[in-house]
């Protein structure tokens, strides 16, 4: 069974790029949440999405980011325009479909670099 | 707003001690807490949870310890080892869904 896979794990852009980041959860699990993190600071909430639906994107930035978690296929961040400020790692968990189990597991992580 | 935060930055420890990293929470609506050891370039692993209806969670080397009078948990590591060098994230729910980390405290294990 494998866990929360996210891909690429290093992504290198030129500042106005557009990067996407994908996440596929682990097998039965529904719920999915973008995470970013700054260098030696904690995670910081973005965006939790179900199928199809974003629930709560309020850790988002108002510009130039966006996700989406379609019906077949992975969650996708996607962030235009990308500029320094944007180099970090996003983390991306997931949980079953039961809330209250609160059963998260995180990826590994897309470490972005805007240079 | 609601918070967690950890004491220490930073804890360095003897190899075979045990260790205490220790967090405060601002919102008494927590009803989860997790602990997530996060190693260099790596996602957050699970360590161990405890739900506000109880005072005290074990597992193997690890137990946590939660106490809502004071807003605080502890994460005790025994018997420490080399692979317990990492960052330890407090984390809550504050009822919701979505996780608020701390700041997390850098764990050294000495040889």
């Known amino acids: 069974n494998a866990g929360v896979m996210q891909n690429p794990r290093h992504l290198v852009r030129r500042r106005g790029q557009e990067a996407r980041l994908r996440c596929s959860p682990m097998?039965?699990?529904?719920?999915v949440y973008w995470y970013r993190q700054l260098p030696e600071e904690g995670l910081k909430f973005m965006v939790y999405l179900q199928k199809e639906n974003i629930i709560d994107e309020s850790g988002m930035p108002k510009e130039r980011f966006s996700a989406e978690f379609p019906k077949e296929g992975p969650s996708i961040l996607r962030i235009q325009q990308v500029v320094r400020g944007d180099s970090a790692a996003y983390f991306c968990a997931s949980s079953p479909m039961d809330p209250s189990s609160y059963g998260y597991t995180f990826g590994s992580g897309t470490r972005l670099t805007v240079v | 707003g609601e918070s967690v935060g950890l004491h220490l930055p930073t804890l360095s420890v003897q190899e075979g001690d045990n260790s205490i990293i220790n967090c405060a929470y601002s919102n008494s609506a927590s009803d989860y807490f997790i602990w997530y050891k996060q190693e260099s370039g790596k996602g957050p692993q699970f360590i161990i949870d405890?739900?506000?209806?109880?005072d005290k969670r074990q597992g193997q080397r690890v137990t946590v310890l939660l106490n809502k009078t004071v807003k605080h948990l502890s994460l005790q590591i025994a018997a420490t080892q080399p692979g317990d060098s990492a960052v330890y994230f407090c984390?809550?729910?504050?009822?919701?869904?979505?996780?608020?980390f701390g700041t997390g405290t850098r764990l050294t294990i000495i040889p």
């Open positions: 097998k039965g699990h529904s719920h």
């Open positions: 984390v809550s729910n504050f009822g919701n869904e979505k996780l608020t």
């Open positions: 405890i739900r506000s209806n109880m």
